[in-house]
């Protein structure tokens, strides 16, 4: 999809370790790019979805998007779904949270509940992701012509599903953990691009034979599928450089000297990340 590009305001920059980071406003869309410092090279444009309840600059979600300019010099996007972040909630979305929130305390399932809100978000989310494409391929250090890719986990799966079959400009895709149901099998089998699946194998909020059945039901002709020991956070750290490395050969990106984030407590207050 190509459309006329709507302009993009940045409102803050912050440099750290060969790392820009600046925070924009795409009319009711708050996001953040990563791009690395140095030279003037157009680089490849990841896409990060942030799961349900998060935000764009969820831990997890930051350290992949630094681990991947920093390493493969990709410039990596991140905007706050509907609802999450810098934006406000609309009714409906609060009754789901409260909703979930009453399910947790009463130790009942919640999936039926965030497959519904994740299913709205994502509607939602998807013409927001083709808005900020349109923008940030405007800009000089984004490669408009190079494929693009989409990692999440949750929501940011949900949502890379429904905006993958419909976006011809993203090329390949990365997802973790979900909760599944019939309209994301069915969603699945839509996606033709390249696919890295991980399923964290002892979480228990995520059935892992859902999780093997979204696998299966995926119509790319690429796809891989991870289990990994543990929950669906922390994300190990060799998947995180699977991914990276996964995108690096679906994209293009150079590669670059690795710079350890995740561990480093003075980087993350640098960069206003904790929280």
């Known amino acids: 999809m190509q459309s006329t590009s709507q302009t993009i305001e940045f409102t803050s920059e912050t440099t750290l370790n060969g790392v820009v980071e600046r925070h924009f406003i795409l009319d009711d869309i708050t996001g953040v790019l990563w791009s690395p ?27 992949s998007a630094l681990h991947s300019v920093s390493s493969h010099r990709f410039t990596v996007a991140a905007i706050d779904a509907p609802g999450h972040g810098d934006r406000p909630r609309n009714t409906q979305d609060e009754q789901w949270v409260e909703a979930i929130h009453q399910a947790r305390a009463a130790h009942e399932p919640i999936a039926p509940i965030v497959v519904e809100y994740n299913r709205s978000l994502a509607e939602r989310a998807v013409p927001e992701w083709q808005a900020t494409i349109d923008a940030l391929q405007t800009l000089p250090d984004v490669d408009a012509d190079a494929p693009i890719g989409f990692g999440g986990v949750s929501l940011g799966v949900v949502t890379g599903l429904m905006l993958a079959p419909v976006e011809s400009r993203i090329a390949a895709v990365s997802f973790g953990g979900v909760f599944v149901d019939d309209s994301l099998i069915e969603a699945a089998r839509k996606l033709t691009v390249p696919v890295e699946y991980r399923i964290p194998w002892d979480d228990k909020d995520y059935d892992r034979t859902s999780g093997v059945a979204l696998f299966d039901a995926f119509g790319s002709k690429e796809k891989t599928l991870h289990a990994y020991s543990g929950r669906h956070y922390p994300v190990p750290d060799y998947e995180r450089d699977s991914s990276a490395r996964f995108f690096a050969r679906h994209l293009g990106g150079s590669g670059g000297a690795p710079v350890s984030w995740s561990n480093d407590q003075n980087l993350w207050m640098a960069l206003g990340e904790v929280t």
Do not use: D, T, Y
């Open 37 to 63: 410092a140095s030279g003037s090279v157009e680089s490849p444009l990841l896409l990060s979805g942030h799961s349900g309840g998060m935000h764009k600059k969820a831990p997890g979600l930051v350290a």
